[in-house]
């Protein structure tokens, strides 16, 4: 799965290690998804697909608020609120009246109450702009779409979508699924060629990853991942099968604790745009990846009007970090751009690596239908 870097590790650009113009040929490629323990585990629900002239007006259905459970209780309610009133006697005994003295008490008990607020959790995350786990705002619609030209020494070198598609049901609980996805153009396919998307499923309640289903198809591999991420065990599952020009047929079953509340690292790409990010502050929370553990925190260091391909847009600059078992450690020279609003789009990465400034800047939104 490899390090988490928001910025760098966004998607896996090997554009610069090899030679081959095609995709790697293998004649059992459609038996690489077929996970049984995974197939067992989970079970996805999604909609049928609108037809082509729909899509663009598609809408989270109903199903997708969560439903209450007066035993389970989904944060931010309680089951005084959720479970269903009796009905009122039509002859309900007279409840004796409190004198003045008990019912200052009681008033003033109940001011107590209220005035100590639940704070959301966990407490490493900022909570302004939340009830319970939930954004006051979603930045999310479904039939968005934000389109980005990756490119490498000003060279245009690919093309990366970031997707809201509709609402899905994963083990019977409502979820967003996203989806990215990275390809290369013709021009620069002489170098290297990729076309590799994820599907990512987080649950609606908690917004917390459930799943994510990777599919790499490039000229040195062809490979399918999958993730579990039980958030009642607090177990983390993952299984890969892939075929490489070098090493063949290969397979992989990992598994390990992951914190309350932790994202993957595909998911905290979203994620991250749930937060205010006012400039000056720090915000983090925690993700889980590839064995570890971590604390992503990111601070928003300034905000400008970035000159893009669809304007001048107005944008806040984070700075990314994380940190890994208490050591801080920085994610090299990189900054993500998110745009100034309610959505907060991302609008750019820059991503140093060994060579060079990898960009990855906004070239289209389509900013999709609120539910």
């Known amino acids: 799965m490899g390090k988490l870097s928001i910025a760098a ?37 999604e909609p049928p697909a609108p037809p082509a002239e ?6 989270a259905p109903a199903e997708a608020k969560p439903s209450v459970n007066v035993d389970k209780k989904v944060p931010g309610t309680t089951a005084a609120t959720t479970a269903a009133k009796p009905a009122k006697s039509a002859k309900a005994e007279k409840k004796p009246v409190a004198t003045k003295p008990e019912a200052k ?9 209220a005035a100590t607020p639940v704070r959301r959790q966990p407490e490493l995350e900022d909570d302004a702009g939340f009830d319970g786990r939930r954004p ?13 030209d990756v490119s490498y020494f000003k060279m245009s070198a690919g093309e990366l979508v970031f997707s809201t598609l509709p609402m899905a049901t994963v083990n019977g609980r409502s979820s967003y699924k996203h989806n990215i996805a990275i390809k290369t153009i013709s021009l620069f396919a002489s170098v290297y060629t990729v076309e590799d998307n994820v599907d990512i499923f987080m649950d609606y309640a908690d917004v ?14 062809l490979r399918e991942a999958k993730m579990l991420f039980d958030n009642v065990k607090k177990m983390a599952t993952y299984w890969e099968k892939k075929v490489t020009k070098k090493d063949g047929e290969e397979e992989k079953r990992e598994q390990w604790e992951i914190e309350e509340y932790a994202q993957n690292v595909y998911s905290a790409i979203y994620y991250m745009r749930m937060f205010q990010w006012e400039v000056g502050k720090e915000y ?73 400034t990898l960009v990855s800047e906004v070239v289209s939104i389509k900013p999709g239908k609120a539910p």
């Not at 008490?105 to 109450?113: D, F, Q, R, T």
């Not at 006051?136 to 980005?148: I, T």
Request: proline share 3%; with cysteine; aromatic share 8%.
């Open 9 to 45: 590790g966004l998607f896996a650009l090997s554009l610069l290690s090899a030679c081959s113009t095609s995709f790697l040929k293998y004649d059992k490629a459609d038996k690489l998804g077929t996970i049984d323990e995974f197939e067992k585990a989970v079970k996805i629900e």
């Open 54 to 59: 729909a899509t663009e007006a598609a809408s």
């Open 105 to 113: 008490a009681k008033a003033e008990k109940g001011k107590k109450v």
């Open 136 to 148: 006051l705002v979603d930045p999310f619609r479904v039939g968005e779409v934000v389109k980005h």
């Open 208 to 221: 917390v990853p459930t799943v994510f289903e990777l599919h790499v198809k490039e000229s040195g591999q």
């Open 284 to 356: 983090a929370f925690r993700v889980s990846n590839d064995k570890e553990n971590l604390v992503f925190s990111g601070k928003a260091i300034r905000k400008e009007v970035l000159d893009t391909e669809l304007g001048p847009m107005k944008a806040i600059v984070i700075q990314p970090n994380i940190t890994l078992k208490g050591k801080f450690k920085p994610i090299g020279e990189n900054l993500i751009w998110l745009s100034d609003d309610e959505h907060k789009y991302i609008l750019r990465i820059e991503a140093k690596i060994k060579i060079g």
